[in-house]
């Protein structure tokens, strides 16, 4: 019997964080063995394609890649991955899976994605709880008259980000860090994206200012390792970020300043498990103003060393207070340099205490064995509830439980026909009167 295909539309093939998600979740669901998947690829944004192939682990997924997006028929499942605005029902049953929003309100165009959709997967509580609670009025748009108004509160999961941990663990790390001539570095890992310094979404400015500002004129200092970029790796985008650096520093009234080291461009997961491993990193560093999930944190953790972040938003789902340190701060409107048609400017998002933050950096620096302690449980914590074959369990569950019946194809048994011309036709005997002689 067949098994219902499954049509999954999702940016699998690029150097992005929807791309990692996209082949975890189609990985899941092929290990499912219960589906019949079939996957759509799309871009995502300027983010280079051609991750499969370049990816030996990954190979296995190209013979599932459609080569065309046309479809022959209606699948049972289609599902997509990526922002809501872009849902669009396909399928007889439709999954909406995204990481959401890192604000307090979500766009309209969202929560009316959201509306064709059958179900939603959040990669976060703060994803689905945004999204549900983004209202907006709905106005005539030939007359601007109300016409009610634009909300969601459709059927939903939570579906975290599970992480690979045969990958991400505690290695000995050959990484070549020789440059950075520090023995305690903190790491930063993510995109530095629009906005004024102190304004973008990741906050990469404001951390490398308040690191800044609390080593400087020490005699003993840490290191800052930015793993970063913009929009690519050109060396054209290397120099913007490099240029972005020298510009902070030139907001530091000393002169005797702490190191600031830069990793640009792509790598592969064994890489990057080697640069969180490696003896001079010590811990990871990011004052986000807000995360769908925050995939990097997550990955980190399960080297067992500590994390110093914000206290709010999709991370604060697998970072437990009591092992990790989460800072204070508040919430506080999107500024105008950061704002674009999904970050809207009436919306919210966490704005760290730097005080705290600077408390923190010095803390960690010269009380170091308290917190590798308190980061062991946290390691602990996310290998046992975090992990890929975790997710896929949950995926297993969902799937289960909100799945409709499929009508089945019944194979019909019709009896044997015979070719034409087989039959044979008897025909009754007849028996014919004597016939008498007629005498001449």
């Known amino acids: 019997m067949s098994k219902p295909v499954f049509v999954i539309s999702c940016p699998i093939d690029t150097y992005s964080g929807y791309g990692a998600r996209s082949r975890d979740i189609v990985k899941a669901v092929v290990e499912l063995e219960k589906y ?22 990954w190979k296995f997924l190209e013979p599932l890649l459609l080569q065309s997006p046309q479809l022959s028929s209606q699948p049972e499942i289609w599902a997509q991955i990526t922002v809501p605005n872009e849902f669009q029902k396909v399928g007889k049953y439709n999954i909406g899976i995204t990481a959401g929003i890192e604000t307090t309100i979500a766009p309209a165009e969202w929560v009316e994605g959201c509306q064709r959709m059958d179900l939603i997967l959040g990669s976060s509580k703060h994803t689905i709880d945004v999204l549900k609670n983004s209202k907006f009025e709905k106005r005539n748009k030939q007359t601007n008259q109300p ?3 634009i909300i969601w509160d459709g059927n939903s999961e939570i579906m975290f980000e599970g ?13 070549d860090l020789s440059n950075v001539k520090e023995s305690f570095a903190y790491l930063f890992v993510g995109h530095w994206m629009q906005g004024d310094i102190g304004e973008d979404r990741k906050n990469v400015g404001l951390m490398i200012k308040a690191f800044f500002e609390t080593f400087k004129n020490k005699s003993n200092k840490p290191a800052l390792i930015l793993k970063t970029s913009q929009v690519g790796s050109s060396y054209i985008d290397r120099n913007a970020i490099i240029e972005k650096i020298k510009a902070i520093k030139a907001t530091c009234k000393s002169k005797n300043l702490p190191n600031v080291y830069l990793l640009h461009g792509e790598f592969t997961n064994k ?4 640069i969180y491993n490696h003896s001079k990193v010590k811990a990871m560093v ?11 944190l997550l990955e980190f953790s399960l080297t067992n060393k500590p994390i110093l972040t914000t206290n709010w938003s999709g991370h604060t789902d697998y970072l437990n207070p009591e092992f990790t340190t989460l800072l204070n701060g508040a919430l506080k409107e999107v500024h105008p340099s950061a704002a674009n048609n999904m970050l809207l400017r009436e919306a919210q998002w966490f704005n ?24 062991k449980r946290q390691g602990f914590h996310s290998r046992s509830n975090f992990s890929f074959e975790k997710m896929k369990e949950k995926m297993d569950e969902v799937l289960t439980k909100r799945l409709p019946e499929f009508p089945k194809e019944v194979q019909l048994k019709l009896p044997k026909l015979k070719k034409v011309g087989e039959t044979k036709i008897e025909l009754p005997k007849l028996k014919l009167p ?7």
């Open 147 to 149: 016409e009610g108004h």
């Open 163 to 175: 992480v690979d941990t045969e990958m991400y663990k505690p290695i000995k790390s050959t990484f």
């Open 286 to 296: 990011n004052l986000t103003k807000g995360e769908g999930f925050g995939r990097p």
């Open 271 to 274: 890489e990057m498990n080697e």
């Open 434 to 440: 004597k016939l008498k002689k007629v005498e001449a």
């Open 36 to 57: 019949d998947v079939k996957v759509l690829p799309q871009k995502w944004g300027s983010t280079p394609f051609g991750f499969i192939k370049n990816h030996s682990e």
């Open 352 to 375: 760290v205490d730097t005080g705290q933050a600077g408390h923190y950096l010095k803390d960690i620096f010269t009380n170091y064995k308290k917190y590798k302690d308190l980061a």
